[in-house]
């Protein structure tokens, strides 16, 4: 088991920045690969990022491209993303999530979840 809590997410206006972290306890986490996803109300859930659980590979969603970065501290158990230059269609609840080894970019792949924290921007 593995489990996820995120924390950070919050108000901020467009333009502005907020890290997100991600707290894992239980096995290894290193041998986890990890990844962030989104989910509006009223849309699907939604890939942001995905980290290799040596932290070596990173991947994108377009959307965020350019404007986001997930890290990962292996020492701290602790997955990051940070999110620059917020827009308003960045609004949702932000979800970590965990997967033995393979980095994917697909939900139903990921093995555990946190409950998710919001992010709003505002106009």
């Known amino acids: 088991q593995v489990q996820l809590v995120e924390s950070g997410g919050g108000l901020v206006q467009a333009g502005g920045s907020l890290r997100l972290s991600c707290a894992a306890s239980?096995?290894?986490?290193?041998?986890?690969?990890m990844g962030w996803f989104r989910q509006a109300p009223g849309k699907e859930r939604e890939f942001v990022a995905a980290i290799s659980w040596k932290g070596g590979s990173t991947y994108y969603a377009d959307s965020v491209k350019g404007r986001f970065t997930i890290s990962r501290d292996n020492a701290k158990n602790t997955v990051y993303l940070q999110m620059n230059s917020l827009k308003p269609e960045d609004t949702a609840v932000y979800y970590c999530?965990?997967?033995?080894?393979?980095?994917?970019?697909?939900?139903?792949?990921?093995?555990?979840w946190g409950q998710g924290t919001q992010v709003t921007v505002s106009s």
């Open positions: 239980g096995r290894t986490f290193s041998s986890y690969a």
């Open positions: 999530a965990a997967n033995f080894r393979v980095v994917v970019t697909t939900a139903p792949e990921y093995d555990y």
